[in-house]
Every structure is written in C-alpha cells, then in structure tokens.
C-alpha cells in the first residue's frame, strides 16, 4: 500500500499539469491532510474501500463541492454523508474536492 | 446439457443477469440440476506484490509474548468467517456479490487456493456465512437466506445443492431495504434454530418506524428453522447495528456486538458487547446507546425503559466492533480458553482514528464479562493516521489457531501461539 507521502506528491504532480492553480494546489495539500476523515470508506487515494461508497478519484471538484455542500444543508441526505458533511467548514469542503480532484485515474478496460 | 447449449445459456446468463436469472439458476439448483453459468472462475492469485505488500504491513502488528501473524490468505473483501467442520477449508462471506472458498490441500502454513463459491447463485451482500451441526453451510444475504448441504465436499463441483431457507425479499420487508448497516451475521444456536443479526438502517431511527422495527426485528436479532425458515422469531431487540456474535458453549448465552451511534462527538458514545441470557430481551436502542442517552428525535427525554439490559463491556466510541468468537482452542495459553476474542474495523469519523485491532475479554466465573484489552494491533499507523488494514471478523481454526479477516487489504491472517 503507497503511503500518503506518496499521494500528496501525486497530488502536487496533479496539481503541477494545471499551471494557473497555485492556490488550487494548496487547496489539494490541505486537503490530503484533511481526507483522512474519508479513508476508511472513500480509500486515501479516492478509490472506495467500502461496496457502498463511490470512488472519489478525479471526481471534478465541482461536483465534489457541491455534493458535501448539499449534504451539509440537509438537501441531500445519507446516513454517513449527512453526519460526515456536518462539520465542515468551507475551506474544508474546497480543500478536499481540491485533493480527489487532483488524483489521476485511468481507465484501463471497457466491458466487452 | 451440450457444450453448444450450455455456451448459448451462459451468454444469456451474463446478458440478463438480473434477479429472474438468479431465481431460475436457484430452482435448478434445487431440483440438482446445473445452472448453465460458468462456475470455473479463475482463483485468486496467492502470490505477487500484493501478497508480499500485505506480509510488509503485518511486520507493524503488535501481539503478546509468544504469538506470531501470518497472511493465510488473499482474500478480496474479506468479511465473516465459517471454518468447515471436517476438511481444511473454509468460506468467507463479501458485502458484494462473492462468497469464497479458501482451501488449503497441503496443509501448509497458508491457504492453497482461494475460489468464489456457488457463483450462480447470484449473492447480493453475502456477509453473513455459519455452519449447522451438520455440515450444512448457512449464507445470509442483504435480504435472502440460503442454506447449502455439506458444502465443504460439494463446493469443488461449482454447482452445488441449495435450499432456500428464505427467499428473495423476505428477510425484511423490500421497503426497508438500505445500502446502510445491511451486512448480517448468522450462528446456530444450541436450539438448533438459525439466530441472523438484522442491523437497522439509520444512524438513529425515527419514531415512526419502532413498531415496524420491533415486529420485524430490524434492529435485533431474529431466529428461524434453519432449513425452511418456519418457526421465525424475533429474539432480542433495542440493537442498533450487531455485525457480530457468538454463542458461549459453556453456559449457551448468546453474546453479540453493537456499533455505536454516529454525529455526537469522539468520546461518546461507547461501543458495546452484550449477552442475551433469554430470548425477548431488550438492549436499549434507540434510548441509549453505551452509557450516553440518545439525543436525536428527543429519545433522552423518554424514561429509559425499565427493562433494559445494560452491555457487559463498554469498548472505545467508533471503534466499531464487528466480528466475535469464543475461544475453543487448546492452543493458545490458559488465559485465552473460554474467553472471546471481538474485531474492531476501526472509526470513520472520529477526529483521530481508533480501533483496527483484535480485543480479548476473559469472563468471570460466574458468566459474566471480566476485563477487555487489546490482543493485536498495529493496522492503524499511529503517525500518519493512515489504515494499512481493518479487522472484520475472528475465527477459531481447527488446530487452535485464531484467523483474522480483513476487508480493507481483501486478506485472512492466522496468529499462532509457540511458547
């Protein structure tokens, strides 16, 4: 298992193609340090641990946003989401869709 | 059946593989005839990095004098654990759709292979897997029950003899159906009936949905003829999520875990072990939970109801305690036989991360919990805070050993005792 060292400078590697995004690149390096809290079911590198939870990797950041936003309001509700999303604060929920965005994914085979 | 038909019938198995396929495929099953779907699916590798990586990440793990963990197995989304009472294998359930069975042939140190088991059955959420008296295996999924006639000799055939003991949607009722706290256990109980775990869905249930709760036993656990499901019951109530339990074989209680409620801090509230010593008792969900009044929907300002059953131990909040088993071996020290061992997948959301460790609780004399600690930790990394691994579930191996499942790495370990 790749250790979070390796992720951040995945990260910042990401982060490194999209040369305008400095702070965006901040915002993912806060964020892994942050997504510790989404671990256990989402996979530190965004691929989900748990049958029940979507992967994360390389979801657009607005999308991501958006998501923790609405289950923070209450608009949308899961059981976990809505208790996980509660807490955060908007940096927060900008840092870690910065950090899954940012991780580089590959789609390796279509079914046939 | 030709080898054309049968090619023919697999591409429309794999076609419309829907919920009509998987039934058909059961009532061939039942009748003994073969399902047409290609059961020869290739094992899973033992070998390799991913292998090498796991036996580098159980290095870390901290045990007792005398103990040691090995990798046992590769075993993708490995959950709970049934080791076959004659042959050297055993089968371990997944909250996907495979239930595999790990064989060891030689004996070794490690399992030999690992295969999914009866794949034409279609398992949706197969986490719950035990044994009866007789050999009969027990598979309990999200909301169907089947039962598998001494499926440790038939299972290398693919197509194996079913019997359903509950079919398709009526474990629960269908509209009770949640992706939340959805993987039950099972165990047979020493009345010979089938007990199955029913986690109910919500981090806190709504007023509204007790008395169907209660009725049902979502939220409890329920007990059924293991064979048609008749005589169903519902046992114990005022659970919140059991993943987890064990009868203890001296005295027959039945001891379960209980997660614990989410969104109310780090600290609290705690997580729990309980023992039913009678059926129709009740645990306290959604009242309290550990020690610590529910507030959600205003549970606290209700009277705690009178007959609540207090737990035997109290564990660490988030935790979340999932398998358990009591101890039969010889081959662990005095200490350990006729206690229980429990697994703690570790915390979602606890601002530091706890748990992803085995537990001990030894009993006092007269039945009752004595003291918890901690048995083998070591997958949580305490620095970075990062899991290399989350126990789900612990099981007694025939030569005394104890097996370890973990879903986060898809492994099974096995920790021996050389004094």
């Known amino acids: 298992m790749r250790s979070l060292s390796v992720w951040v400078a995945a990260v910042l590697t990401a982060a490194a193609a999209h040369p305008p ?41 607005v999308y991501l946003e958006r998501a923790l936003r609405t289950y923070r309001s209450g608009e949308r509700r899961n059981e976990v989401m809505s208790i996980a999303a509660q807490s955060l604060t908007d940096d927060d929920v900008r840092d870690l869709a910065a950090y899954f965005a940012a991780i580089q994914i590959e789609v390796k085979a279509l079914p046939k | 059946m030709s080898a054309k038909l049968s090619v023919a019938t697999l591409a429309i198995a794999l076609a419309f593989a829907g919920p009509a396929v998987a039934q058909q495929n059961i009532e061939n099953l039942k009748q003994m005839k073969l399902s047409g779907v290609d059961v020869s699916l290739p094992p899973v590798p033992q070998t390799g990095k991913n292998a090498d990586a796991i036996r580098e990440n159980l290095k ?17 989304d490995a959950r709970h654990m049934a080791v076959a009472p004659s042959t050297n294998m055993l089968f371990v359930g997944t909250r996907k759709n495979t239930v595999w069975a790990v064989t060891n042939r030689n004996s070794g140190d490690m399992a030999t292979e690992v295969k999914p088991f009866a794949p034409s059955a279609q398992f949706h959420v197969p986490n719950g897997v035990c044994w009866t008296k007789d050999g009969f295996l027990i598979v309990v999924e999200h909301n169907r029950v089947l039962n598998f006639p001494a499926a440790e000799f038939f299972y290398e055939g693919g197509d194996v003899a079913v019997i359903e003991v509950v079919p398709q949607g009526k474990l629960i009722p269908v509209e009770e159906e949640s992706y939340n706290h959805h993987a039950r256990t099972c165990r047979i109980g ?9 986690g109910q869905p919500f981090n806190v249930p709504p007023r509204e949905k007790l008395a169907l709760f209660n009725k049902v036993g979502i939220g409890g656990i329920v007990r059924m003829n293991a064979f048609d499901g008749s005589k169903r019951e519902v046992y114990a109530t005022g659970i919140r999520n059991s993943v987890g339990m064990d009868f203890n074989p001296k005295d027959k209680t039945l001891w379960f875990t209980d997660n614990q409620t989410d969104g109310m801090g780090d600290d609290i509230p705690a997580g729990e072990v309980n023992r039913a010593t009678a059926p129709g008792q009740f645990f306290g969900y959604p009242y309290i939970c550990g020690k610590t009044r529910i507030t959600e929907f205003g549970y606290d ?12 131990v109290l564990m660490d909040a988030h935790a979340a305690d999932l398998g358990m088993v009591f101890y039969t071996g010889k081959q662990f020290p005095a200490k350990y036989q006729g206690g229980f061992f429990s697994a703690q997948h570790g915390s979602w959301n606890r601002t530091k991360p ?46 005394g050993s ?18």
Request: proline content about 8%; glycine content about 8%; charged content about 20%.
């Open chain 2, 354 to 399: 706890i748990g992803a460790r085995v537990m001990f609780t030894s009993l006092k004399a007269d039945g009752t919990a004595d003291k918890t600690e901690v048995f083998a930790e070591g997958w949580l990394d305490d620095a970075t805070g990062t899991y290399r691994g989350r126990p789900v579930d612990v099981a007694v191996m025939k030569d």
């Open chain 2, 301 to 312: 300002k209700d009277p705690l109801p009178a007959n609540t059953v207090a737990p035997q």
């Open chain 2, 402 to 419: 104890l097996l370890v499942s973990d879903d986060f790495a898809g492994a099974l370990y096995r920790i021996t005792y050389q004094p």
């Open chain 1, 21 to 61: 995004s400095t702070a965006w690149a901040q915002d993912a390096k806060a964020g892994a340090r942050k997504a510790l809290a989404c671990q256990a079911c989402h996979g530190l590198d965004g691929i989900a641990r748990l049958p029940d939870a979507p992967n994360l990797a390389g979801q657009p950041a």
């Open chain 2, 60 to 76: 870390r793990i901290k045990l007792p004098p005398g103990f040691k963990i090995d990798l046992y197995a590769v075993v993708p």
């Open chain 2, 190 to 198: 020493p009345d010979g009936m089938l007990y199955i775990t029913l």
